[in-house]
């Protein structure tokens, strides 16, 4: 979790807003218990690896949770697994395997993709398999109200009865396409009978041969809305603060999640929903037909792929809102963002020996949760300031840059001149602040070991050098570039200097 200097910060005197999907709109954050905050995210139907999707959405709410508390407030994080769907169950006959092995293994490879991009563990993980008495009591209760009815085993919510229907989607009953809720057929071959074709599965019969669990309707499984439903109420009942996914599931999965709580409870289901852009890749939507899809592990596994930071940083650096672009240009530049932070975040550990820091070989050195910065400071406010406005990440991003590039500088100067011209007081401020910062964000950079420092020698350096010069007086800059960017990615900076001479430090 976050460091106990950011869990005990006070709550700002300045104001929170952010865009509700609800009302179309940024508003001012009040939750429904001062200084605590209820937030539940939508997770993973767990039958495939994680994609950059997935990298997405759950980078930025990752750091909506930490700027939250950030900012004072106890949050209690709540994420679900679908490990009840057809998609699995497909998965599952395909590798003549199980449903529930096959939901077992792709949950432990969510875990694992999200620990390499630095997302925090949900407070609190649930399952719909571990949710089932709570799901069946809720369509019971929508069952008694006259808003779900039974049909050969199945049950069916009856949207025309639920009149706020459409009002988190903007979508008028007329111009919905039926069938958006997964299996709708209405021939009579397979059982099925509804009686409006908008109507959704809140339970589904078992066909011959599907695992099933038992139920007052016969055997079956839940659909695939209620099981976040019951979740929800579970953990938090009947309202919560903020309700968090993908703009792909603003319809049908959250107005059908609004439908059918608020119809069982009578309570709003959430004050705030917050929603993240989609995901394009070359131009084009992420998806498999069309061979564009990636997952996380394949993009950070290969052999040019970027650090899992150079990966989140690209994620924050655009709008959450907005439509994201994952081209092999972007990528790049994010590797050579992420190198300059980097940079910045080392400085303590490159410089502050040379600075006269006493406290270097301190076990703490380095550790956020060590560190008491000046919340009143222009750069701490401003950090502040653009946060809260809707969470404007690259606004903050930039703020972290420019305190890295400062920092850089200042490593120049000791490097090549022995001393910085900025008291070494001030340098410590000012990486301690960008440390705290960065952390808030997600974004880390660990002091440099054998495995992050270069294995080349001194010899082979001044010969990549050599030739670079070489490529340089050839006017193939184009080698010239690429000498110099696998010089840095193995952690040499080169600094050209007047005359055609080219100092480096590691």
Not at 1 to 9: E, Y
Not at 432 to 447: F, I, K
Request: hydrophobic fraction near 35%.
């Amino acid at each position: 979790m976050l460091d106990s200097w950011v869990r005990d910060r006070s709550s700002s005197a300045m104001p929170l807003s952010l865009y509700n999907s609800l009302t179309r709109r940024k508003e001012p954050f009040t939750p429904l218990s001062p200084g605590e905050v209820k937030m539940y995210c939508c997770g993973v139907t767990a039958y495939d690896y994680c994609h950059l999707g997935h990298a997405r959405s759950y980078i930025v709410w990752d750091t909506v949770r930490r700027y939250l508390m950030w900012r004072g407030y106890q949050v209690r994080y709540v994420q679900n697994f679908t490990d009840i769907d057809d998609k699995i169950l497909n998965r599952a006959r395909q590798e003549n395997s199980t449903m529930q092995t096959v939901a077992d293994r792709y949950t432990q490879a969510y875990f694992e993709d999200m620990a390499r991009l630095n997302i925090l563990e949900a407070d609190v993980y649930t399952y719909a398999t571990q949710t089932l008495d709570g799901i069946q009591r809720l369509i019971r209760e929508l069952e008694q109200k006259g808003i779900a009815y039974p049909a050969n085993g199945d049950v069916y919510y009856a949207v025309r009865k639920f009149d706020g229907y459409g009002k988190l989607s903007g979508r008028k009953l007329e111009d919905m396409q039926a069938g958006a809720s997964g299996r709708v057929t209405t021939d009579a071959t397979d059982g099925s009978i509804k009686r409006d074709p908008f109507d959704f599965a809140l339970w589904k019969g078992a066909k011959p041969g599907e695992p099933f669990w038992e139920s007052p309707w016969g055997p079956g499984r839940p659909g695939w809305h209620i099981e976040c439903s019951a979740m929800v109420r579970e953990q938090f009942g009947n309202t919560i603060d903020i309700h968090v996914g993908g703009a792909d599931l603003i319809f049908p999965h959250h107005e059908n999640e609004i439908a059918q709580s608020e119809a069982a409870t009578g309570h709003p289901l959430s004050r705030y929903w917050l929603h993240n852009g989609m995901v394009n890749v070359g131009g084009e939507k992420m998806s498999k037909s069309l061979g564009n899809f990636t997952t996380i592990r394949a993009l950070l596994d290969a052999p040019d792929g970027p650090d899992p930071m150079a990966l989140r940083l690209f994620v924050l650096q655009a709008q959450y809102r907005k439509p994201i672009d994952f081209t092999d240009a972007a990528i790049a530049s994010a590797k050579n963002s992420w190198h300059t932070l980097q940079e910045g975040l080392r400085f303590g550990y490159t410089s502050g020996a040379a600075l006269g820091w006493t406290d270097v070989d301190n076990p703490d050195f380095g550790n956020a949760g060590a560190m008491r910065i000046d919340r009143t400071s222009a750069t701490v406010q401003a950090f502040e300031a653009t946060m809260d406005d809707d969470f404007n990440t690259p606004g903050a991003i930039a703020i972290l840059f420019d305190l890295a590039k400062e920092l850089r500088r200042a490593r120049n100067l000791i490097v090549h001149e022995g001393q910085a011209d900025v008291s070494p007081e001030q340098l410590r401020q000012d990486w301690q602040t960008l440390v705290c910062l960065a952390q808030v964000l997600g974004l880390e950079a660990q002091p440099e070991t054998a495995s992050t420092t270069s294995a080349l020698t001194d010899a082979a350096i001044e010969e990549l050098i050599a030739q670079r010069q070489a490529a340089r007086q050839a006017k193939n800059f184009a080698e010239g570039d690429r000498i110099r960017d696998e010089l840095q990615a193995q952690g040499i900076t080169l600094i050209d200097k007047p005359g055609g001479v080219t100092e480096w430090h590691r």
